[in-house]
């Protein structure tokens, strides 16, 4: 065989042996830039969802979803051949340490505790921030709502406005606190940021729930059915804990049955007077 025709057949014989290996090396779509693109999922971020999840607005499904056989390639796996790598309960924590945190703390959130992240959240993209699931911007109340059914504390004759606006993170945080009702602050101090005329660190004499930081004690905090928020009638909330027995012997208003409120003479959260006697203006 002539030199030259020898070459050719080499070049024939390497190219036929390459091709393959060429192919193979060739850039392939799999779940971290097809999967979305692939056919199948393309409306898992539709337009009107502006708030996407990190890994999904990068397009990298791989740090949740893996597929369950090695070098399948994304858009051509089959129903059930792709799996999370982990229980779903540890899938957000690698991430989110901030709820990890929040799982140490005395007072959590039940879907918080259980690690069941995605009864609130939706793992890909959602028209909310924070990729809650459902409800209108700042309306924290429809998510809420969706476990505590019962709104019966919300529907009272009286109503404090942030739980009328739905507003339930301006007092609650969402997934853990050390105070009890997942509180962000104390009572007290809670409820000072907004009721600002009622602080009763500049006074001298204090109400003793007001200085244990229970505003619960008298207040529902989110409806009543009598004024201010009370739990019960003016005279009746402070017979509660000053026994009428008592009060009748040495306060002779009270047991002349004279009808009128207790505030007429006594500030209910502080002065700077004993007694609580009101301030004279």
Known sequence: MPPCRKHLALLLVVTALLLPMSLLAKPQKGPNDGCRKSGCHEKL??????????????????????PLIEGLAGPWHKKGQMEIPVAKAKLCLP???????????????????????????DPHASTERYLLRNGKPGESQKYCFMCHRDQKNFRRKVKHQPAVKGRCSRCHVAHGSSIQGLLRKSQSQLCAECHKKLDWRKRKVVHGPVAAGSCGGCHNPHSADHAKLLKLPKEKLCLGCHKKKRMTKIHTV?????????????????????YLIKDRR
């Open 45 to 66: 971020v539709t337009p009107k969802e502006k708030f996407v999840h990190g890994p999904i607005g990068v397009g990298s499904c791989r740090p949740c979803h893996r």
């Open 95 to 121: 991430c989110h340490s901030e709820i990890e945190r929040a799982r140490k703390l005395r007072f959590k959130h039940k879907p918080v505790n259980r690690a069941n992240c995605g009864y609130c959240h």
């Open 254 to 274: 009270i047991a002349g049955g004279n009808k009128k409120s207790c505030y007429a003479c006594h500030e209910p959260h502080a002065s700077n007077k004993p």
